[in-house]
């Protein structure tokens, strides 16, 4: 998620293009970081239209599955602009330990659940 620049639309990347040779320019990157971003840049708008078609034959609950990482990792990200790298990882390890920990729970109501029922009804009785 360090490369914010991979959201913008293929119009723009003229401007990432633009800004890779100003930054060259004024000796902020060196030439092989330039060449490498320029690659980066150039297999991105090759490689978009091969993602959409992808993205476009995964079913819906893969889909999902999708947005929830991209979701922890947008989460990661600012966690880790607020508190740091290592904060954001334990916070994100502890959330990730209780939403397996919710499911667990889940699965131990669903498995006692006709249990209860039968003992509401006899209890009715």
Do not use: H, K, N, Q
């Not at 297999?43 to 992808?54: Q, R, V």
């Not at 947008?74 to 990882?89: H, K, P, Q, T, Y």
């Amino acid at each position: 998620m360090r490369a914010l620049w991979l959201w913008l639309p293929d119009e723009a990347m003229v401007l990432v293009i633009a800004g890779i040779g100003l930054a060259l320019m004024f000796g902020l990157i060196r030439g092989r970081a330039a060449m490498a971003l320029l690659g980066t840049v150039i297999l991105t708008l090759l490689a978009g239209p091969f993602i959409d078609a992808l993205l476009d034959m995964l079913p819906g609950w893969m889909l999902l599955l999708l947005l929830l990482w991209v979701g922890v990792a947008l989460f990661r990200w600012v966690l880790s602009l607020i508190v740091g790298a290592r904060a954001a990882d334990e916070a994100v390890g502890s959330l990730t330990a209780d939403v397996i920990r919710a499911g667990f729970r889940l699965l131990l109501l669903l498995a006692c659940l006709p249990f209860r029922i039968l003992w509401w009804v006899f209890r009715r009785a």
